[in-house]
């Protein structure tokens, strides 16, 4: 597939993340693209940085405006610039996952569709994300309900046909910060189809200075101006789908939703991209993981943060990893490969990793999870900034969402109670969740022991009590999949449950024996889950 898509990015005012959002749309899988830059007169850096950039990447069209004009405004000169076969509108201070154009194409293509939805991860209020479970065609009613345009009317969320939005004369109206609303709903409502994409994920930031938290800055004039915008919008909305006989859901239960929605509420610190260039080591444990690999090993690559090497432990795959590791190493030279002669299982090939390991961090990764694109620019701004042995993310636990693990505010622990407490190590101790400086790990002689599937309680628990500090990074996020083939997850067989069952026994004994040794209380099991449920 190599039809051209027009991604229009209207720019104001956002140097502090403009690079990365250019970055993360110029390093896409998927080449065929014209990124159109819309100038809106900003009084910043950015359109110093939008030019440094078009002078690498011919693919970058720069318009400008001759005054601020606002987004509406943006978009529409950006769609009426635009020459592919498709428009993406892409704000200036979000990321995308790096096979995101490759993904909405192809399913685009696929079902002939005007139209093709994206999931959302929505980074500071993640239980307002929208994760399409499967791929989906709709057409007809379920139209709406299913790409819950009704709640979320982003136009960041859509790929659409330019035939499409040409024939139908669309543009948004000049009503910020409800621009999108008044036509999204006609733009799904008119779509022969909506392809829904559940690998494709839009990761939207709500950055601090964005228009929506511009609260401090604004007088009462253009507070006024806001809510007769708002009020505009909503009318607009209402009376098409009064007209058009779309069921909205009702008040109650869209208030009711908007409760259960709220929290948690996930604000990182500020971070400065950029800034920081020690090197992290990526270690990869590889065993059959051919389905989900290149996805994995593309989610680490395609960060925001360059300064990686990739260790991939090559554990005698009997399927296609290690051609997909060999083909990937030949375009990335930060991959280094390490071969077992024979299976040694998930323990050792990540004590293999730690040998072979250069950088001054490393990072346990899961042959079949992905990162949220900037995970390892949060993750390392945060061990430098405060010194800390070890940051921790928070966890998308994609099968059991109510195990996810949201951490509402970047904090430093230091007290043991704390350490433990927070960071919930003793319940979710993955190996994964943790960026951890090289010389700690060293100096602690931490190594995992061979007691799949438990071999990380026994390590982690330790590593967190003799930190320093545990830098918490909301922002960063690690989507744990639980694939059907993982370890976990593997087929009954009687006599790999009763080793299984003999290394929790000795996992627990090692972990139970550390918390009385050091004092530590264990926290009530009950309690922690009902708690869980109930976030």
């Known amino acids: 597939m190599d039809k051209k898509i027009s991604v229009i990015v209207p720019i104001y005012n956002v140097e502090k993340y403009l690079k990365q959002t250019l970055d993360s749309i110029r390093f896409q899988t998927y080449r065929n693209l014209e990124i159109v830059c819309v100038l809106d007169c900003p009084t910043d850096r950015s359109a110093e940085i939008a030019s440094a950039i078009a002078e690498e990447d011919s693919r970058i069209k720069l318009v400008k405006h001759p005054e601020n004009r606002g987004l509406p405004a943006?978009?529409?000169?950006?769609?009426?610039?635009?020459?592919?076969?498709?428009?993406?509108?892409?704000?200036?201070?979000?990321?995308?996952?790096?096979?995101?154009?490759?993904?909405?194409?192809?399913?685009?293509?696929?079902?002939?569709?005007?139209?093709?939805?994206?999931?959302?991860?929505?980074?500071?209020?993640?239980?307002?994300?929208?994760?399409?479970?499967?791929?989906?065609?709709?057409?007809?009613?379920?139209?709406?309900?299913?790409?819950?345009?009704?709640?979320?009317?982003?136009?960041?969320?859509?790929?659409?046909?330019?035939?499409?939005?040409?024939?139908?004369?669309?543009?948004?109206?000049?009503?910020?910060?409800?621009?999108?609303?008044?036509?999204?709903?006609?733009?799904?409502?008119?779509?022969?189809?909506?392809?829904?994409?559940?690998?494709?994920?839009?990761?939207?930031?709500?950055?601090?200075?964005?228009?929506?938290?511009?609260?401090?800055?604004?007088?009462?004039?253009?507070?006024r101006r806001l809510k007769e915008n708002y009020r505009k919008a909503e009318r607009i909305f209402v009376d098409f789908l009064r007209e058009n006989k779309i069921k909205r859901p009702n008040w109650l239960y869209r208030r009711y939703l908007s409760f259960c929605t709220k929290k948690p509420i996930c604000v990182n610190d500020p971070i400065e991209y950029g800034k920081i260039d020690k090197k992290i080591s990526v270690i990869v444990p590889i065993y059959n993981a051919e389905k989900y690999l290149k996805e994995t090993l593309d989610s680490i690559r395609f960060q925001t943060y360059k300064n990686l090497e990739i260790v991939c432990v090559l554990d005698c795959p009997t399927d296609n990893s290690a051609k997909i590791v060999d083909e990937i190493a030949q375009k990335d030279n930060r991959i280094k490969i390490v071969e077992h002669p024979e299976n040694w299982g998930l323990p050792t090939a990540r004590n293999s990793g730690v040998d072979c390991a250069t950088g001054e961090y490393f990072h346990f990764m899961d042959a079949d999870d992905l990162l949220s694109p900037d995970f390892y620019e949060i993750m390392i701004n945060a061990a430098e900034k405060n010194d800390a042995d070890v940051s921790a993310c928070s966890v998308f636990y994609e099968k059991k969402q109510w195990r996810s693990i949201w951490f509402t505010k970047s904090e430093v622990l230091s007290a043991v109670n704390d350490k433990i407490e927070k960071t919930e190590v003793v319940f979710s101790s993955w190996a994964w969740r943790y960026l951890i400086k090289e010389s700690f790990w060293d100096k602690q002689r931490l190594s995992f022991p061979d007691l799949v599937p438990m071999e990380d309680k026994p390590v982690i628990i330790p590593m967190i009590y003799h930190a320093n500090k545990v830098a918490l990074c909301p922002s960063a996020v690690y989507f744990y999949k639980n694939r059907e083939n993982s370890i976990l997850n593997k087929k009954y067989d009687p006599i790999r449950e009763k080793q299984r069952s003999e290394n929790r026994k000795k996992a627990r004994e090692i972990f139970k024996d550390f918390m009385h040794t050091h004092n530590i209380k264990q926290p009530n099991k009950l309690l922690y889950y009902v708690k869980k449920k109930l976030a």
């Open 74 to 223: 943006a978009r529409n000169s950006g769609s009426g610039n635009a020459t592919g076969e498709y428009l993406h509108f892409m704000d200036s201070d979000d990321l995308l996952s790096p096979d995101f154009y490759e993904t909405m194409i192809a399913s685009a293509e696929k079902a002939d569709a005007d139209v093709t939805t994206c999931s959302v991860f929505y980074e500071k209020k993640p239980k307002q994300s929208i994760l399409f479970l499967k791929d989906e065609i709709v057409s007809g009613a379920s139209k709406m309900e299913k790409t819950k345009i009704t709640f979320a009317g982003w136009a960041w969320r859509h790929l659409i046909k330019k035939s499409f939005w040409d024939e139908r004369n669309f543009s948004f109206p000049d009503l910020v910060p409800l621009e999108d609303m008044p036509v999204m709903i006609q733009v799904i409502y008119y779509a022969n189809k909506v392809a829904l994409c559940s690998n494709a994920v839009y990761f939207y930031k709500n950055r601090e200075n964005s228009i929506l938290n511009h609260k401090k800055n604004r007088d009462t004039e253009k507070d």
